[in-house]
């Protein structure tokens, strides 16, 4: 059974920086890490969930962000350590929610990819 699990959320102050790691288990009957396009998605309270950014899997090595987000998060992934990565800088209090980790087998990350597994979230919360 799939699972992710991500962690590194905290409560910090705006313009600091934080990264958020996510790992996967349990895979699919013959798929590596490095064949999972994933991502991170992000709900604040009261409002709906978002994605923020994803990343291909290893063939086609595509990004892609949110607007909000673009120029200030980073997010990377190392496949022999089966570890996906979200470096978050300049953060600002509109970024506090609860963070999602993403995947999906051979998906196209893209502005309307709809992944398929989901962890439980981290919590970030960005002080003024």
């Known amino acids: 059974q799939v699972q992710l699990a991500e962690s590194g959320g905290e409560a910090v102050q705006a313009v600091e920086s934080l990264t958020l790691p996510c790992t996967l288990s349990?895979?699919?009957?013959?798929?590596?890490?490095?064949?999972?396009?994933m991502g991170w998605f992000r709900q604040a309270p009261g409002k709906e969930r978002e994605k923020v950014s994803c990343?291909?899997?290893?063939?086609?090595?595509?990004?892609w962000y949110a607007e909000s987000v673009e120029g200030r998060f980073t997010i990377s992934r190392d496949n022999d350590k089966g570890t996906l990565y979200l470096n978050m800088n300049s953060l600002q209090s509109e970024d506090t929610a609860i963070y999602f980790c993403?995947?999906?087998?051979?998906?196209?990350?893209?502005?309307?990819?709809?992944?398929?597994?989901w962890g439980h979230g981290t919590q970030v919360t960005v002080s003024a």
């Open positions: 993403t995947a999906d087998v051979y998906g196209l990350c893209s502005a309307t990819w709809r992944p398929y597994y």
């Open positions: 349990g895979l699919d009957p013959g798929m590596l890490f490095s064949d999972y396009t």
């Open positions: 990343i291909d899997w290893y063939g086609r090595r595509g990004t």
